[in-house]
């Protein structure tokens, strides 16, 4: 049985930071590609980050980029979520998903607010 759970969210203040897991199990974690994708409250899903099996090829949203980084941990089968410099539209429930958007986790939220 496949389970991705995330943790790490949280309350942050604006310009703070925060880090997501991604913890994976009953999966090759190591062959997947893996997504990053989140939820704000009353919109639809927005696609964040992918990072390639290896870890050494990701790519980010615009709204991201430059303020997140996404890594991985093929020997925990683990994945991260780096989030800086938060903003307020960041907000949401951050979803770990796995390759071909498969599998999903339970969701964290991420609230930001001063």
């Known amino acids: 049985q496949v389970q991705l759970v995330e943790s790490g969210g949280g309350l942050a203040q604006p310009g703070g930071s925060l880090r997501l897991s991604c913890a994976a199990s009953?999966?090759?974690?190591?062959?997947?590609?893996m997504y990053w994708v989140r939820q704000a409250p009353g919109k639809g899903l927005e696609w964040v980050s992918i990072i390639e099996p290896g870890g050494s090829s990701t790519d980010y949203a615009t709204s991201v980029k430059g303020r997140f980084s996404v890594s991985r941990d093929n020997a925990k089968s683990i994945m991260y979520l780096q989030m800086n410099s938060l903003k307020s539209e960041d907000a949401a429930v951050y979803y770990c998903?796995?390759?071909?958007?498969?599998?999903w986790g339970q969701g964290t939220q991420v609230a930001v607010s001063s």
């Open positions: 998903a796995s390759q071909g958007y498969e599998y």
């Open positions: 009953g999966l090759t974690f190591s062959t997947n590609w």
